[in-house]
């Protein structure tokens, strides 16, 4: 009776590492980073969206998300 419940223990226990590897490998982890890192954010002072400061056009000391909003100056 003893060799058969610590079987029966030795079994669950073993499906449990298993199942757990398995969703370990499913999950994968963070995905790769693609590309050079974003840098600094910043707004722009029309609409207050945030941007990469390297995406960004300066113009009169302003920041700005497009040419619309250097057009359209800051709100």
Not at 18 to 33: M, N, Q, S
């Amino acid at each position: 009776m003893g060799r058969i419940l610590l079987l029966i223990v030795a079994l669950f226990i073993l499906i449990w590492l298993v199942r757990g590897l398995l969703i370990t490998r499913k999950r994968g982890g963070p995905p790769p980073a693609s590309g050079k890192p974003a840098g600094e954010l910043v707004h722009c002072a029309h609409c207050g969206v945030l941007l990469p400061r390297a995406e960004a056009r300066m113009a009169a000391g302003a920041i700005y998300c497009s040419e619309e909003h250097v057009r359209l100056g800051p709100r």
